[in-house]
Nanobody, 129 residues
């Protein structure tokens, strides 16, 4: 059974930081890019960032580059997203997800919506102005 255990969301003021964690199980962690997409009610899913744990390859959507950093702990099948200098427009539900490698660049970089093979229940991130 595919499972994602997500944590770290919350409420923070603009300019603040949060760290999201995602522990994945039930599939071969090394075969997928693992990361997050986010969604605001009524809007499309947006890829945020993802990482391929086997070689450390990462993708980021343009609006978070320089502010967000993704990393992975292969021993724990866990991925982390450090989010600094948060902005109100980062407010959304963040979903941990897994993308097949041939989909990762286009979808988790945010050029297309969706594309994930598996995803979790989501965690709310709210940034107040």
């Amino acid at each position: 059974e595919v499972q994602f255990v997500e944590s770290g969301g919350g409420l923070v003021q603009a300019g603040g930081s949060l760290r999201l964690s995602c522990a994945a199980s039930g599939f071969n962690f090394d075969d997928y890019y693992i990361g997050w997409f986010r969604q605001v009610p009524g809007e499309e899913r947006e890829g945020v960032s993802c990482v391929l744990s086997s070689n450390g390859d990462t993708y980021y959507r343009d609006s978070v580059k320089g502010r967000f950093t993704i990393s992975s702990d292969n021993a724990k099948n866990t991925v982390y997203l450090q989010m600094n200098n948060l902005k109100p427009e980062d407010t959304a539900v963040y979903y941990c997800a897994a993308w097949a490698p041939f989909r990762a660049y286009y979808y988790c970089s945010g050029y297309g919506s969706g594309g994930a093979t598996h995803w979790g229940q989501g965690t709310q991130v709210t940034v107040s102005s």
